[in-house]
């Protein structure tokens, strides 16, 4: 289980999960340093005038949505007399854009396309995160994260794109799920203490 910071420790997991499996070539699309190149801004406060200020991978949370399969779970006891309420489940939707400092030059368009594959490819291959993998405050937990391509339509990308007020760029989207924050309510439960059993004897007819 996990506290409120949960979500920016997914944020942190993700970016250390990117960084740590780039090849040589994404490596020096990101100049050299992808962790600091890794921004969980939007990607259009990545740019200037349209135009990326930097080579920069815009790993973007824009949506969260309560996971169905486990909102309606059992209170839990704790305490003894005390029953705790289920944790908040989540699952996260980000959106995965490569931006390219020269982002009209054929050049740049290549690289962008080098490090979305490259990207998409380590997803791929750890779609499942846990242990040693997790950050903040998922570190030393039994937590794991599941990452989903979650393909989306061009029509709401190119809306989402719209509220960025930004000539759209190449982007995918994931889903992270599931995402626990522990609650904070609890209420009381009185034990069982005598148990009356009452039976009626059924005569034949």
């Given at each position: 289980?996990s506290?409120?910071?949960?979500?920016?420790?997914v944020?942190e997991?993700l970016?250390?999960l990117?960084?740590?499996?780039?090849?040589?070539?994404?490596?020096q699309?990101?100049?050299s340093?992808?962790?600091q190149?890794?921004s969980?801004?939007?990607?259009?406060?990545?740019?200037t005038?349209?135009?990326?200020?930097e080579?920069n991978?815009?790993l973007?949370?824009?949506?969260?949505?309560?996971?169905s399969?486990v909102k309606n779970?059992?209170?839990?006891?704790?305490?003894?007399?005390?029953?705790h309420?289920p944790p908040?489940a989540?699952?996260l939707?980000y959106?995965?854009?490569p931006?390219m400092?020269?982002?009209?030059?054929d050049?740049?368009?290549k690289?962008?396309h080098k490090?979305?594959?490259?990207v998409?490819?380590i997803?791929?291959d750890?779609?499942t995160?846990k242990?040693?993998?997790l950050?903040?405050v998922?570190q030393?937990t039994?937590?794991e994260?599941?990452?989903?391509w979650?393909p989306?339509?061009i029509?709401?990308m190119?809306?989402?794109?719209?509220?960025?007020m930004?000539?759209y760029?190449?982007?995918v989207?994931?889903e992270v799920?599931?995402?626990?924050?522990?609650?904070e309510?609890?209420?009381g439960?009185?034990?069982?203490?005598r148990?009356?059993?009452?039976?009626?004897?059924i005569?034949g007819?």
């Amino acid at each position: 289980m996990s506290q409120y910071p949960v979500i920016h420790a997914v944020d942190e997991t993700l970016r250390s999960l990117i960084a740590d499996h780039l090849d040589t070539t994404s490596f020096q699309i990101l100049d050299s340093n992808p962790t600091q190149r890794i921004s969980f801004q939007p990607p259009h406060q990545l740019m200037t005038d349209n135009i990326p200020t930097e080579n920069n991978l815009s790993l973007f949370l824009y949506r969260v949505v309560e996971n169905s399969e486990v909102k309606n779970r059992a209170l839990e006891a704790r305490n003894g007399n005390h029953l705790h309420y289920p944790p908040l489940a989540l699952n996260l939707f980000y959106i995965i854009t490569p931006l390219m400092k020269d982002g009209n030059d054929d050049e740049a368009s290549k690289n962008a396309h080098k490090l979305l594959g490259k990207v998409m490819q380590i997803f791929y291959d750890h779609a499942t995160v846990k242990e040693t993998g997790l950050k903040g405050v998922l570190q030393n937990t039994a937590e794991e994260l599941r990452i989903i391509w979650n393909p989306i339509s061009i029509e709401d990308m190119t809306k989402l794109w719209s509220s960025f007020m930004r000539p759209y760029y190449l982007s995918v989207s994931y889903e992270v799920k599931v995402v626990y924050i522990d609650s904070e309510r609890e209420t009381g439960a009185e034990q069982v203490r005598r148990k009356q059993i009452e039976y009626t004897q059924i005569t034949g007819v």
